[in-house]
């Protein structure tokens, strides 16, 4: 199993950035497809992004399309999501999740997952 935990949270002015990283450990990384999911208050958790165990296949939700890039960094464990034209609507705790079989868009197919980091875009 990995071991990761989110971080890069924060409040940030709507059409600000943010970038948020999810570090991985335990074992091999390149051996995980990797997802970003996000829940805001009231809401249930959502897709947000992933990318496969090699990087070359890559799906957004439809609604961050276009404004956020989710990479990752095999040598060094991590996956990141870069948040340009950040919303009001993008607040919400993001979390980051991994599963060895599945690039998928829904959030049962992960078996692991970070604790979150919390995202708040003001108007």
């Known amino acids: 199993q990995i071991q990761l935990v989110e971080s890069g949270g924060g409040l940030v002015q709507t059409g600000g950035s943010l970038r948020l990283s999810c570090a991985a450990s335990?074992?091999?990384?390149?051996?995980?497809?990797m997802g970003w999911f996000r829940q805001a208050p009231g809401k249930e958790r959502e897709f947000v992004a992933t990318?496969?165990?090699?990087?070359?296949?890559?799906i957004y939700a439809t609604s961050v399309k276009g404004r956020f890039t989710i990479s990752r960094d095999n040598a060094k464990n991590t996956v990141s999501l870069q948040m340009n034209s950040l919303k009001p609507e993008d607040t919400a705790v993001y979390y980051c999740?991994?599963?060895?079989?599945?690039?998928?868009?829904?959030?049962?197919?992960?078996?692991?997952w970070g604790q979150g980091t919390q995202v708040t875009v003001s108007s």
């Open positions: 990318i496969n165990r090699s990087g070359n296949n890559i």
């Open positions: 999740a991994g599963d060895r079989y599945y690039s998928s868009t829904r959030e049962y197919d992960y078996d692991y």
């Open positions: 335990g074992r091999t990384f390149s051996n995980y497809n």
